[in-house]
């Protein structure tokens, strides 16, 4: 109990300490005019209230990652802590914020534009179509889950069918849409029933002390089949969302284009990762207790979050952290689908300010997302298929937009080794998974540790070597100008 109490206060304190000092690295300037003024459409580019941005891109980015990704990341026991701590403070929070502030300083441009401003046009184009593709496994993971909650409500009239033609329904509305027409307005209220399940379940935490095992009792893989499943890779591809994920910096342009001052930065980009830690550690806790009680079998973490409620919440209680589990999901979907419409309306230079546009890109992405849809649910583990992959996806773009932001910092003569050092870790996280899980290609530990190895420390020397050559340049410029 102990350990969970410490690791909260690291991670507030990571946010007033370590926060302040990566915004004094970026160097903000507030006199400077934001995008949601220069380039205002009434659309995509509307200036927002803080409060109503950092709610936003809170249940943007929390949606089933630091809930689920949490519940089935405890199962490896309190290295699920450690990684959630360091991961967000040292990964996820600057992660999001260095991105967040190039999309602000730089016209809220989308993701793939700063990987190719960053890393060339080639990864630009590659990524282009696998963030798409990414944001489209997002809105249909997140459609699965809170409609098989709601019809869990619902038992003896609606079914979980009705559910998902009643959200997808909703994700279409929501990304047409202004984003202060529906985003701006429902939020709020998703917000509320999210803080009700944090703090309900934190608190029942506190009032109840159970023997939650403490770190320095060791580390050890308690994870039921840990022999071919590690830690190192496994666990830091599970809990992705509560410590780092590259999702949240496709959610963060749409809140640079709405964003009025670059000190609102700190808050709402490192801010709300900090915010979303804090959420993965509370059920990474609960997941522990429910785990200690009944076992590891049960693989459905939506099963733990019922039984979670139900138990420790009380009916009301149980009902209210109920729709916080399902809001969150839901306002990750619908902003994945709006995301995914802005990257490939800026592939093909369609301007978003008509209807007409706007639905001629969306229509394709909603029946991409169907078809996929329809196979998780007719496919007996269709939708575990399509996790893991998101999952994996998920972490590769984190590694991608780090390396990207590690170059920005150089050019623009920052301390880049803040991002650096995530970004080598990141890479031999997604590629050792690559090679070791079954799933891909089953390789032995060693073999795949030693090729995760060699193609973090050739990204590293690549990295290292286009440093020195541009400092080589940037030298012999100065000389002649002498």
Known sequence: MVSFIIAIILLIVGYVVYGKIVEKIFVIDSSRTTPAYTMQDGVDYVPMKFSRIFLIQFLN?????????????????????????????????VHDYISGMISLRQGGISLPEIHGKYLGKGIKQFMRGFMIILMVLVGVVFVVGPAGLLANLTPESLSTTFWICVILLYYIIATLLPIDAIIGRIYPIFGLFLLIMVFGVLGAILIMQPALPEIWEGIHNTHPQAEITPIFPMMFISIACGSISGFHATQSPLMARCMTNEKQGRHIFFGTMILEGIVALIWAAAAIVFFQKNGMTENNPAVIVNTITKEWLGTIGSFLAILGVIAAPITTGDT???????ILADMLHVEQKSIRKRLWIA????????GILIFSIYNKNGFDIIWRYFAWANQLLAAVTLWAVSVYLFQEHKIY???????????MVCSTYL?????????????????????SLTLLIIFLLYVRKKQSIETQTILIKK
């Open 336 to 342: 994945a689908f709006r995301s995914a419409r802005l």
């Open 363 to 370: 229509i394709p992405l909603f029946l991409v997302g169907f």
């Open 417 to 427: 080794i803040i991002t650096l050092i995530p970004a080598v870790f990141m890479t």
């Open 435 to 455: 090679f070791i899980s079954p799933e891909v290609f089953g390789l032995s530990a060693t073999l795949s540790y030693g090729i995760g190895g060699f193609i």
């Open 61 to 93: 980015i929390a949606g089933l990652g630091p809930i689920f990704g949490a519940i089935m990341g405890a199962k490896f026991g309190t290295a699920s802590f450690l990684w959630i701590v360091f991961g967000c403070i040292f990964g996820g929070a």
